[in-house]
């Protein structure tokens, strides 16, 4: 009866007219194009934490005029959110897990609208510090559950072309941040950097109204047990209905439900894992797993150790040691660094899976050295000249948005695109989490030193600095870092672990590979 009944349904389904089916086929690009709304939409909460650096970039310099504040304290008011955003991202993993993904972006958006109101409204330093904390709370959620719910939310074809999606939207948020300090400058000095902090509620305000309409995380909703919810978010974010069976499977085996669960709702075992995966990662790590342990803190801490965050948070300053005087004409460069910086991370973005991730990486550190040395030289000439020297500004202009375009073309991007792909699956989110909390407590401290390092070895000799530091890194990531594109995890552990000799790990890869290839090619030969 039951055949008979589904042999009904078939013949119904057969019968329907002709144009119906043929509108079948577009509806796999529309059900990806959800699923990326979904990943833009949470990596969106980026431009929180890119807003406030380029905003307190032209900001600072009206409030150290207004609150009579010295250098010391622009430097821990403009370094303290890294330091701050640790707080946030320490609770973002236990929050998700509590309320669910969606909801913690929502309640990161709040938290920043709050501390941009305070900031917007501070009476004097104090108060603004305060402000300053909160916001970067509301940072350090954003920053450690937007990829998270972007990972969990996108089909395994793009999950790799929208990691680097939050550094594409912290870049977006800087530029607002530098055309929000050139459009209010000219303002009452008592006003404009109120207006210019108070204004970063805005975008957290949308963020939040829109992240509502998204649907929940299906891994969190299979970890609370809802796996009919689960199977319905799956289906609209997967190309076929396979795949979303599949992508439900795999969750269902990772949270220790049994494949054969067809129910809506199932009982689910809470288990703790973390500290066994804790001491695999730090305490008894395989050589493959300490080699990627390296490898992923190394690139946070280079790329921040690298000074580009100075260059961002600093640019005003440093324009006017070249020779700039005049608050529009420093802020009007400023907002041509973010034009360049958005810009060629756009281009990154859409060829870091043709070039790959080495060939990038290298050719990024390697222009930023020569970079960062030439405006070294740029900025000792201005330095030491008693009138103004043209060739010289000029040049420190042309190296500041070179700075930033070699950064974001490589080492932006790809620190994010790397660390978040070697680690194996069971260690990355805590892999991850450590690579974040290097890379925010290493910006804090180059943001909080920048000042009191130029006025001690000279402006100039602050990016001689930066460049040999930069040099260093490029010889830590030629020796230890393999080409990962294309790589399974399998590979990884075949690729990480030897070291600086990975490179013999990569020849007989491919020579297996390529015996496979020849393998098949026989077989198909005999075949015909």
């Known amino acids: 009866m039951e055949m008979a009944d589904q042999r009904a349904k078939n013949n119904v389904v057969s019968s329907q007219p002709q144009n119906i ?6 509806k796999k690009p529309k059900t990806k194009k959800f699923a990326v709304a979904c990943a833009i939409l949470a990596s969106m909460t980026s431009i929180l934490l890119g807003y406030d650096i380029g905003v307190m970039s032209g900001a600072s310099l009206f409030i150290k005029e207004n609150l009579n504040i010295s250098d010391v304290q622009v430097e821990v008011l403009n370094g303290t959110l890294n330091i701050y955003s640790l707080i946030g991202s320490a609770l973002a993993g236990k929050t998700s897990d509590w309320i669910g993904r969606r909801y913690t972006i929502v309640l990161a958006g709040t938290i920043f609208f709050i501390g941009a109101l305070l900031m917007g409204f501070a009476p004097n330093y104090a108060f603004l510090m305060f402000g300053r904390f909160i916001a970067g709370v509301g940072v350090g959620y954003a920053l450690m559950i937007a990829p998270v719910y972007t990972a969990e939310i996108s089909p395994a074809s793009f999950r790799g072309f929208l990691t680097s999606f939050p550094e594409v939207f912290v870049n977006v948020g800087i530029l607002l941040g530098y055309v929000s300090n050139f459009a209010l400058a000219k303002l009452p000095i008592h006003l404009n950097w109120r207006i210019m902090l108070g204004i970063g509620a805005i975008p957290s305000v949308f963020l939040a109204l829109g992240v509502l309409a998204m649907p929940e995380s299906p891994r969190w909703l299979v970890m609370q047990g809802r796996l ?45 894992q973390g500290e066994g995966i804790w001491k695999e990662l730090l305490l008894r790590p395989t050589p493959a797993v300490r080699h990627i342990l390296i490898a992923a803190l190394g690139i946070h801490f280079f790329q921040q150790l690298s000074g580009t965050d100075s260059v961002v948070l600093y640019s005003p300053r440093i324009f006017e040691k070249a020779g700039i005087t005049s608050y529009n004409d420093k802020l009007l460069a400023t907002v041509a660094v973010g034009f360049v910086k958005t810009t ?59 700075i930033v375009a070699f950064f974001s073309i490589g080492l932006g991007p790809i620190t994010w695109v790397y660390s978040s792909e070697i680690f194996p699956l069971q260690l990355r989110a805590q892999g991850c989490s450590m690579g974040v909390a290097v890379n925010r407590v290493t910006s804090g401290v180059i943001s909080m030193t920048f000042i009191s390092l130029y006025k001690a070895i000279t402006i100039g000799g602050a990016f001689f600095l930066y460049a040999g530091i930069a040099a260093l890194s490029w010889v830590f990531f030629y020796t230890l870092y393999p080409e990962t594109q294309g790589r399974s995890l399998e590979d990884m552990e075949v690729l990480f672990g030897k070291y600086h000799k990975w490179r013999e790990a990569n020849a007989m890869l491919n020579k297996t590979k390529q015996a496979d290839h020849g393998f098949a090619d026989d077989n198909k030969a005999q075949i015909h």
Do not use: Y
Not at 21 to 26: G, L, Q, R
Not at 242 to 264: F, M, T, V, W, Y
């Open 344 to 402: 060629a991370i756009l281009v990154a973005t859409f060829q870091v899976d043709r070039f790959g991730r080495r060939i990038l990486l290298l050719s990024s550190v390697g222009g930023m050295v020569v970079s960062f040395t030439l405006l070294g030289v740029g900025l000792t000439v201005v330095d030491q000249s008693p009138s103004k020297v043209p060739w010289a500004i000029g040049l420190c202009i042309a190296m500041v948005l070179f």
């Open 21 to 26: 089916v043929d509108f079948d086929p577009p």
């Open 228 to 272: 009919g919810d689960a199977k319905r978010v799956l289906n609209r974010t997967s190309s076929s209905e396979e795949e979303s069976q599949l992508r439900l499977d795999e969750i269902k085996a990772a949270a220790g439900i049994p494949n054969n669960s067809k129910e809506e709702v199932v009982q689910v075992s809470k288990r703790s």
